[in-house]
T-cell receptor
């Protein structure tokens, strides 16, 4: 039973345009959300996070938006660059409420930025 | 600082055999996590060590999997006997403290059971 869902397996975007990656979750106990980026043959790399007390967090070209009522978050990359081409994983945890540190991941979205 | 090191990077074994995966965390990181990604699916939590103690092993699929972290340094994950459905990429991650998500990931061990 998957608690974090990324319904788009792939996304292609032109260089310079905005990339929007979406993620939905079902567990209302989740209170901390993360995005990871993964290149082939490498492990996931932490990109950006947001706690449930916020609805937006920005770091350079990357912004994560959280809509708790819809149980939805999204990652915006502006402007997109060819080096952003990778698989992006959404992850969530209930660490604040439960103290547990395990993360629940989505299946990933493969982003291709076309030069 | 050196990253999280996992080996072997690839392992192909026959059903019924035993395989041991190793993870060397970043020096000084008390927290060590094991995750697994089965082909095309989500990355799933297996367990979490704090130093040498198992903090949470709720994700371990069954008793064919045994994880150890003697001395609170490197960790091993043994699968015995291996089954076809154990194939996937096994990731290890480490962090200095909790509350950092999974911390820094290694490159993973790709296990293929034939």
């Amino acid at each position: 039973d998957q608690q974090v869902k990324q319904n788009s397996p792939s996304l292609s975007v032109q260089e310079g345009r905005i990339s929007i990656l979406n993620c939905d979750y079902t567990n209302s106990m989740f209170d901390y959300f993360l995005w990871y980026k993964k290149y082939p043959a490498e492990g996931p790399t932490f990109l950006i996070s947001i706690s449930s007390i916020k609805d937006k967090n920005e770091d350079g070209r990357f912004t994560v938006f959280l809509n708790k009522s819809a149980k939805h978050l999204s990652l915006h990359i502006v402007p997109s660059q060819p080096g952003d081409s990778a698989v992006y994983f959404c992850a969530a945890s209930a660490r604040i409420q439960t103290g547990a540190n395990n993360l629940f991941f989505g299946t990933g979205t493969r982003l291709t930025v076309i030069p | 600082e050196a990253g999280v090191t996992q080996f072997p990077s690839h392992s192909v074994i026959e059903k019924g055999q035993t395989v041991t995966l190793r993870c060397d965390p970043i020096s000084g990181h008390d927290n060590l996590y094991w995750y697994r990604r089965v082909m095309g699916k989500e990355i799933k939590f297996l367990l979490h060590f704090v130093k040498e103690s198992k903090q949470d092993e709720s994700g371990m699929p069954n008793n064919r999997f045994l994880a150890e972290r003697t001395g609170g340094t490197y960790s091993t994950l043994k699968v015995q006997p291996a089954e076809l459905e154990d194939s996937g990429v096994y990731f290890c991650a480490s962090s200095r403290s909790t509350g950092q998500g999974a911390g820094t990931f290694g490159s993973g061990t790709r296990l293929t059971v034939v």
